[in-house]
């Protein structure tokens, strides 16, 4: 059965792009939210998104159209009844998550429907468990920006079934024409397991006055040919985003390198989340 069906939950950073590169793929897709107000927050990402690719000729004017045509933000939970694969992409909140598969396990009608998280930690056994159905509960983690990083890492659980984990390969190598790598079900699976470390300990730098946020991203991306240094790409990511990530590799691993500084706690209770608030390690223009 070819996938053609698809729903996402949650139309923030990663939910959007991820609905918008699946539209451009030519699936339907029904991306629910958790109100009408976030709906309609989440349509206007997307298009600007559409809007954006299309001004700079990534994109013609035409598929930009069909693109949004062929996409729905609602806030009502049962309108993914008929979908046949869902990814999930609300934010990083175990019982949030827990919540939404269980949710999922009830709404959706498909018996063989493949239900993805997005999840960048938590292990997809807890998910899994949440529903009457692990053998088609797996992994797939999109990266920021969906529409211009081309990895997907495809993680699947004890449970998870050979059927469904080659359904999910095939849709995101043959019709999103990304590059999957597999991992093991994991807190933080390959690419998060190397990368928050790295991003913590730039902020343990900066956090004990070692070398200016300036300097320490000068550092890598002067030196080290990074595209970006390590705490422009913590603000990208969302500092909420990267504190929940570390909490869960913590708790998976109990290794010190995990555990998030004083620094990043505060700035998020603080309400400094990087480029979606405007201010984190750096200050934005919204
Ligand atoms: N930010 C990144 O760079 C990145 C990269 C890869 C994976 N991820 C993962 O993707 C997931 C989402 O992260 P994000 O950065 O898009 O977060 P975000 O905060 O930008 O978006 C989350 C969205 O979920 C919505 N939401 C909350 N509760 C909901 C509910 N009950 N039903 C439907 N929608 C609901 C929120 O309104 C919000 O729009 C997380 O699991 C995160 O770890 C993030």
Redesign the pocket.
Known sequence: MQITCVGV???????SGIAEVVARAGSDVVV???DEV?AKA?LARIEKSVDTAVARGKLDAATGERVLGQLRVVSDFDALADRQLVIE????VEQ?KVA?FKRLDDVVEHGDAVLAS???SIPIMKLAMATRRPEHVLGL????PVPVLPLVELVTSLLTGSDAAARAVSFAEDSLGKCVIRSQDRAGFIVNALLIPYLLSAIRMLESGFASAGDIDTGMVQGCAHPMGPLALTD???LD?TM??AESLYTEFKEPLYAPPPMLSRMVDAGLLGR?TGRGFFDYVR
């Open positions: 939950v949650g139309c923030g950073l990663m939910g629910v939210e958790a976030a989440g992409a609300v934010p990083e949030l939404t997005n999840t960048s983690h999109f990266f920021n990208l990511i969302g985003t929940a990530v979606k």
